[in-house]
């Protein structure tokens, strides 16, 4: 065996032990720190192992074997903290009401020119439009036949998660084909949701998105949606987002990802494992016979 194929790494009462595309962590929960726990897992992370096992020490060792780092994360902490914690939610939102944006805000110019434009729009002035309130991270989406999906008529450039050639090969598909097929399945329920309501939908979301790179990266947004209806009524869907850094709606919930009952949060929207799991079928069967 070389030293290639085997590597030990004494992190604070951790000792992570690699086997080529393996990995085994060790540490007793009593002792182990939580930095050493992050500084663990974080390189167990960056190396992207097929199989994970996990050795916890109580009277004697105890060994379990997962293969994703979520899942070895979460039995640590069940085990470490007592939590009955559970997969966090891939995405939580929050609306807020078009009607009553508080002076100040992000969106309250482009509410205000959408509904001059909403009734009347061409492809060029709904881009015009999308480009001087959100720049290079807006999206227009079509339909071109009723009751047809919204499909992809022209990206921005802004969408780095998925990589910059996402933007042209996007265009002229539906707009759930995402790499991230639940976050896509999401995101083209409230573009069809405005549409048919004909109603802006404005939020902040804090969401776990798969990028191009296969990682998980936590995405915090302030998004738009906005319907828009031609002259010769074909319909146009404009949306798009900013990066806002402040936005920390998992800080909010409680160890189970429960909504806190005491009434300031009971306007968050979340996406429960149950939602999430619905639309990843839904993903993955339209994703199918796309």
């Known amino acids: 065996m070389t030293p290639d194929d085997y590597v030990a790494r004494a992190l604070g009462f951790v000792v992570v032990d690699r086997f080529g595309t393996s990995v085994q962590l060790r540490l007793d929960p ?18 992207r192992f097929d199989r994970i096992s996990v050795g916890l020490f109580r009277a004697d060792w105890d060994y379990q074997l997962f293969f994703t780092v979520e ?4 039995y640590v ?24 944006l508080p002076p100040g805000s992000a969106f309250q110019a482009l509410v205000s020119d959408w509904r001059t434009v909403r009734g009347a729009a061409t492809r060029a002035t709904a881009i ?17 036949d009723v009751g047809d999906h919204l499909i992809f008529n022209t990206v921005g450039n802004g969408f780095e998660l998925y990589g910059s ?4 090969t996007a265009v002229g598909r539906p707009v759930h084909v995402q790499p991230d097929t639940v976050y896509g399945a999401w995101v083209s329920d409230t573009y069809d949701a ?10 902040d979301v804090d969401a776990l998105v798969t990028a191009k790179s296969g990682q998980r990266a936590r995405l915090r947004i302030r998004r738009a949606v906005l319907p828009l ?18 936005i920390d709606l998992r800080s909010s919930l409680k160890s189970a990802c429960a909504v806190d009952s005491g009434g300031e949060l009971n306007d968050l929207e979340i996406a429960s494992s149950r939602l999430i799991n619905s639309q990843r079928a839904r993903a993955t069967k339209v994703s199918a016979s796309a």
């Open 165 to 168: 050639e996402w933007a042209s």
């Open 194 to 203: 405005a549409l048919r309501n004909r109603q802006a939908i404005l939020q």
């Open 128 to 144: 015009d439009f999308a480009q001087r309130h959100l720049g290079s991270r807006f999206v227009l989406t079509e339909t071109r």
């Open 77 to 100: 902490a069940q085990v470490k903290y007592g939590l009955q914690a559970r997969e966090a939610p891939a995405l939580v939102c929050r609306s807020h009401d078009a009607e009553r």
């Open 71 to 74: 899942q070895a994360k979460i």
């Open 229 to 246: 209806i031609s002259s010769d009524g074909r319909s146009f869907v404009v949306g798009g987002s900013i990066h806002e850094v402040s």
């Open 30 to 47: 009593a002792l182990v720190s939580r930095t050493a726990l992050f500084q663990a897992f974080a390189w167990i992370q960056q190396l």
